[in-house]
Structures are given as C-alpha cells and as structure tokens.
C-alpha cells in the first residue's frame, strides 16, 4: 500500500464549522465597527486565530494593544465555542463516516492536522471523540499552515514517514504545508482549483481509491 497512514485537516474536511466561524468573527467585528463580510471570512481559512484578528483589523480605525488583541481573539473563541454546542453526530456525513471505516478497516492509520485549538471538542460534538490514532492542532503548533508543522507533528505522533502519509485538505495553505512537509496531498472544496495537489477529489469516496 502507498500509504500507511492519512492526516486529515478538520474543518472543511470532516465536518464544518465555517458558519459558527463567520458568526463569532461578525459579532466582534460589529461590536468594534469593522466592515465584515463572507469575502473577508474566506480569508481566515487555515489560518490561526490571531492571525485572522490582524486581517480583520485592516479595516479598523483604531489601534489595539496587544493585551486587547487578545482579549478580542478570546472574546471570539468563547462565542465560537458557544455556537459549536449546536454540533452534533448528524454533522458528520454518512460518505465521510464510511470512507473512514473502510481506511480504517485496511489498517490505515488516522490522524488529524488542524490550526483549531477546538479540534477535541468539535469531534466529540460530531461523535469521532476517540476515533483518531492521532490529533494534532492547534494546541501542540507554534507555526500556522502553510508551515508544514501540524503535519510533521501528526506523522510523528503515528510514527510514520512522512513520505507515507497522506493529506487530506481543502484550503491552499494546507496543500501547500503538506508538500512543505514531504508528503502528498488530495484536494477537496476550494483546494481543487489550484491544481497544486497530488489529487483532485470530486468527493471524500475518493479517498477509498486514493489509498488502495
């Protein structure tokens, strides 16, 4: 088998959470008199937290220091979690469920790679609380994607090559991480149009011929 283990970005890929996203980061913006909108929301994908405060703080009047910033980063989080309450197992797709059962069930190792520090408590709410071989996220990174970091880390955790684990995202800074990394690639969503990948993928059933 090419593959021995895949690594999968979260949101957007497993599940996703873009809409609890987009409402926690309007609500803050509003509260601080920013413009906000669904382009700029497209901006924060795979990017970490702080780093999505500075983008949407380009359209701010003001300056912040850095004690408010991150008050206001922490402020986001907390609504942010709030909303990911209304997650539960029927946010998880039956073709993503059974495309990981079939992984799984040729002893492919399973792992996830996500910038989210609530990546744990996303996949309880979705009920993949202990399913993975693996998590890393944002918890255990310095560096966000496109820094090939939370892979390395990922494979490392499995304990296996990077030149046998495979990425599974659907944003360009992750392909880009994972290449970065030393390890192919299969895009889904948005990551398809770039023609960056090791694959394109028209659905996550892809995965099932990807890794035979």
């Not at 702080?50 to 408010?68: A, C, H, P």
């Not at 495979?166 to 880009?176: K, P």
């Not at 948005?190 to 099932?208: E, G, K, N, P």
Request: glycine residues 8%; negative net charge; contains cysteine.
């Amino acid at each position: 088998m090419k593959y021995e283990a895949v690594i999968f970005d979260l949101d957007g890929v497993i599940c996703h959470t873009d809409k609890y996203h987009f409402q926690a980061w309007k609500a803050l913006a509003d509260k601080l008199g920013i413009y906000f909108d669904e382009t700029i929301n497209n901006r924060l994908r795979g990017v970490s937290r702080m780093e999505s405060l500075e983008i949407i703080l380009e359209r701010y009047d003001g300056t912040l220091t850095q004690e408010e910033k991150v008050r206001c980063a922490e402020e986001k989080n907390d609504l942010y979690k709030e909303l990911l309450k209304q997650m539960s197992p029927a946010d998880l797709s039956p073709e993503v469920k059974e495309t990981l059962d079939t992984l799984r069930a040729r002893d492919v190792k399973l792992a996830i790679g996500s910038s989210s520090k609530n990546a744990r408590f996303i996949l309880g709410q979705i009920g993949l609380g202990d399913y993975f071989d693996a998590i890393s996220d944002g918890n255990n990174i310095t560096n966000s994607k496109p820094d090939p970091e939370v892979f390395v880390k990922a494979a490392e955790f499995l304990g296996i090559p990077a030149g046998k684990c495979l990425v599974v995202e659907d944003a360009e800074a992750g392909i880009q991480a994972a290449a970065a990394g030393g390890m192919d690639s299969a895009a889904m969503g948005d990551a398809v149009r770039y023609h960056i990948a090791t694959y394109d993928m028209d659905s996550f059933t892809d995965l099932q011929n990807i890794v035979a």
